[in-house]
Each structure stands twice: as C-alpha cells, then as structure tokens.
C-alpha cells in the first residue's frame, strides 16, 4: 500500500488554498454553495463576446444566477450520478485533458521545426544495416558495427554508391543504387529526417538509428520546396516485357497523340482517345495534387518544370509514356492554417511522444520525484533469476518497499505489480532490458495519472470548460424534463393554456385549414378523393402518400396544414380566388378542408408556437419556485470588480 506524507504536502495546500481564495472571492452562494468570481468572470465574458444583444452586468448576474439555480436542482435530482452521464462527462474530460499531458511548448517547436522542412527539400542517399524485429537486442549492435565500419571507408575515400550496391540490406538498392531522391518533413521516420536536416552538404552522416536498422545517410543537395502542382496526363503503358517493335508502336503512339495537341485538338479529347490510364480516363487526365517525393522523379521534374497551363512534351518513366498539362500550382500555406494538421500528424510519427516525455520531466522536478535505484537493481536481478516466470510476479506482488515517489506518495513493488500483470506482454529482450522499459512505462504512466488529477487546479482554463461542460449537460437534462419535453407532452396543459390565451393566436385575415392534393392524372386524383371520405383529417396526409406511391414513380403529393394566402398555390386558387396553380409533374390537384376566419380552432393548428409559449410559462413558473427553493446570496462588492474583456 501506498503511504502518503501529509504534513508537507498539507502545509503547501494551506498556503495555496488560502493564496486562492485571496485571488478567487466568491461572488455567489447558493444554498450554502460558494461560487467563485472567476466562474462568472469566464461565462460573462465569454457569452459577452458570442452574443450580437449586448446585456448588462446586472442581467448576466441575473441569467447566471438562475442557470446555477437549475444546475442545483439537476444535481438534487441524482442527475450528475447516472452511469449515462459520468460516462459522457468522462469522455469528455478525457479529450480535454489531452494537450494539458504534454507539454505544449515542445510540440509547439516541434510543430514550427515540421513547418519549415516542408518548406526546405534535401536530397539524399541512404544505406542500411536492417535489425532484425525477433531479435532486436543482438542483431542491432552488429548493424551498428557493420555501419561504423563502412562509415569509416567511406571516409577513406571510398564511393558511397558502390558501397551501397555492395553492402546495403534496403530492397530498392538494386534499382537505385541508394538514392532516395528530394525528401521533405513527414517523408521519412523521424530519426532519419533529423539527420537529414542536421547533416551538411556533401557530407554522409553517423550510423542513425531507426526502426529499420542503422542508416549512413548522404546530403547531396538543398533546394526551396516547389509546393504542390496539380496536373492531367496522357499515358501510354509501357509493359514489364515487350519487344522492341512493341515499344516503338508505344512510343508511336504518345507522339501521334502530341501531334493532335499541336493541331489543336482539346486536352480533354486525346485523353479520352488516347490515355491507358484506366485511373483518370474518366476524369480528363486529372490526377491528385502532388509534392516532391510523392510520384517518380521523371514526372515530378517535368510537371515542376511548367508554368500553369502548360502542356510537356512525350516524355518516358519507368511506367510508361506521358504528355502532362499543369493545371495549377500553389505553395505551402500558412503555418496558422496547417498547425492542426502538422500536430496530427506529429502525433502519428516517431515524435510523437517528445511533448511528452519533455513534461514527464517537468513533472519530476515540480512533484519532488525520488527512484529507488537499488530496488530497481533487486528488481533486474530478480527478472534474470526467475526469467520473469510466475515467481517473479509473486515477489513483487508482496514487496511493499518503495519503488519511487512522487508529491510526497510513496509507489511501492507491490503497486507496480499491479500495472506489471495487466500488461505484461512476451518480451523479444533480455529480461533485466524487459524489466527496465516495464517500470519506465509504469513510472511515467503514474506521473502523468497524477498530473490529470490537478489539472483543475492548476489551469484555470482547464477547470472553467469542463465545469462549463459540466453544467451544460446537467442543464440541458433537467431542462428537458422540466420544460422541453414536458410542455411537448403536456396534451392537456396545452389545451388548457391555448383556451386561456386563445386571443394571442388569433389572425386578422383567414386561414385554410385542409387537406391539399396534387396527383399525376384524373383517375388518381378521383380515387383519392373517395378515400379521403372514409379518412381522419389528421391522418389522410400519411395514409394517402403510403396508399397510393407504392410503385417506383409517385403518383400523388398529399399535403395537410393551416395556409395563408399566398402560402400554397394550389388553395390560392381554390379558396381565395388567384390564378390556376399548375404543375407540369402533377397538373391535377384539388383541396379539401375548410375556411377559418378569426383564428384557430384547436392548439394543434399553431401547435409549434403554442407549444412554444407554454415552454416559456414553465421555464417562468419554475425560475420562481427554485428561487423560492434556494436561498442565493450575491457579494455585489465582488460583482464591482468584474472586468469585461
């Protein structure tokens, strides 16, 4: 078990507690519930900043005051302790909580350094010296030698090409002797674009590390990135084994469908005449945008090579024949707009850990972590012994020493035996390697999780959206149930709240209140009119359009509801008097209901605003019996140092 260190640890809250409140007066209190000014301070000045009506201080205190009322009483209703809604607010602070578990000044430079090798192209070669994935221990040492080894004759003088034909385990070095072409940022695993960037001109780099293997890495040249062009191609395939008349007959081919531009015939017309290109035939040519590294060098040099609506002339790949149309070209955007897209794709390479690791540290120093170094060194000797079989789980899981600690909490073996039995995994290492890189998971897993449970103390920003979220969820709930959905299901309450304020709803010109049907010939439009005899008003709409579109053509158009002039053609012509209605799709038509004059007839015919008035007197009734519920103190001489931003 863990033992915990109070007095200090007690002592350091006391004085931040009491700092905090210095800093955080509270402005409110609600049934004995303080509410702090910095709450209402982010919500006055956020709503402030969103809302086009301005308001006063004193109607946000107001709309504040009561939206904590019904925060309170969603609260008193359990709300807050359903499984439904701890699971969501969890996910939610899970996801927000995620940029506060690095640290953000790392991957910001790491995002900065990204943007500026998508602005830079460095021309490389490579050999490698492969690991292999079964045996990583062993065989990496003996790549790193073979790599050092032919470092050094390299150095000596001797050509890197041939070297690389000669002793690099890469696949594609029989057909590019080692040469990689231009590489940008994300092109490449993060150590190997690291020392591509790092190492000079002319220059071949110390044995880098990758998960591939050891690399010599190779700077042939530097070159401004040429952006992104977007281009159309005719092609000719040229197939793996082909006679040399076949070939010509290709060749031919892409050259006679060059002529056909020369005497003006359209891009798009040779493409559809000419391209073998199954891929873009349908689409003119046009293929996706592409940048340096993202398609064979031949092509890439001719489509950077043209000015924007130019068209090459046949030139040859490894693929086959090409004619290229540069349809447009544009450069690399902004930094502000590519930061999110640059931090995913962060988070998906091999750097994606380094904001991590880098507030691990942090962390360290600021919680007065400790590591017990000579229990590790038991702990590596009891892996080696045991070769980390079921003895050595059940050691530990009885060794109550401690590990390390952390803000005055003492992790102990034990714990670690915990973590160890849920995620051990078979190991390809040595067991005392296998141990290590287990307990620096563990420990750096336990610093992080420690870390997420202040983040409401020690980012403000933090702690305001997720009691934003927080509220809103349990607002939104108790709303629901005490307002929304309650008048929408309230039959009777709306009844009775139409007959009480029937005068609101009534209308100085009249109203059609009916049925409206549009039908494709007369003999639909007759046998819809002797089934709407035997039909209910308020389901003949419904019942008519199942009854009769049951083929794979509508037929009719049946629609109910209250119709001003001017709302509908086909009742404009049938009830008030205008120009025939007619569509061509459905010329025959015709209506039935009646003519209201003063007003409606029953709350279903204003329905929508009927409800919605009535959820307005509920939201009212209940303001005041929650205000009556709870008692509310409000510190005005806080309220006066409210600042607006």
Known sequence: MRKRVFLLTFALLSSAVIKAQENDPTIMTINGKEIKKSEFEYIYNKNSQQQLEHKTLEEYLQMFKEYKLKVMEAEANGIDTTKAFITELQGYRNQLAQPYLVDQEADEKLAREAYSRLQENVEVAHILFSIDENNPEKTQQKAYQKALALKQRIDAGADFTEMAKTYSEDPSVSRNGGYLGYIKGFMTVYPFEQTAYTTAEGEVSEPVLSRFGYHLIKVISRRPDPGEVLTAHIMVMLPTSMTSTEEKAKEAKIREAYQKLQEGVSFEDVVYEYTEDPGTRDTDGKMRWISTGRIVKEYEDVAFSLNEGEISEPFKTPFGWHIVKVIEKRGLKPYEEMQKDIMRRIARDDRAGNGRETLISKLKEEYNYSFNSEKMSQLEDLAVRTSLDTTFLQQIAKDNSTLFALAGVNYTVSDYADFYTK????????????????????????????????????????????????????????????????????????????????????????????????????????????????????????????????????????????????????????????????????????????????????YTDVKGQVTSDYQQKLERDWVKYLTKKYKVEINYDVVSTIEKK
């Open 423 to 602: 995620s051990k995994q078979t190991q390809q290492v040595s067991a005392d390697v296998a141990i290590k890189t287990s307990v620096d998971e563990y420990i750096d897993n336990a610093i992080i999780a420690y870390e997420n449970t202040q983040l409401e103390n020690k980012y403000p920003d933090f702690r305001n959206l997720y009691n934003e979220y927080r509220d809103g969820m349990l607002l939104f709930e108790i709303s629901n149930q005490e307002v929304w959905d309650k008048a929408s299901k309230d039959e009777k309450g709306l009844k009775k709240y139409f007959k009480k304020n029937k005068k609101e709803y009534s209308w100085s010109e009249p109203h059609f209140k009916g049925i409206v049907v549009l039908c494709k010939n007369d003999s639909i439009a007759k046998e819809a009119e002797i089934m709407l005899k035997d039909l209910k008003y308020d389901e003949a709409a419904t019942t008519l359009n199942k009854a009769l579109n049951t083929g794979s053509e509508r037929i009719i158009k049946v629609k109910k509801g209250l119709f001003a002039e001017g709302d509908n053609g086909v009742v404009d012509y049938y009830i008030f008097g205008a120009k025939p209605y007619i569509d061509e799709t459905f010329p025959v038509s015709f209506a039935k209901g009646r003519v209201l004059k003063k007003g409606p007839e029953s």
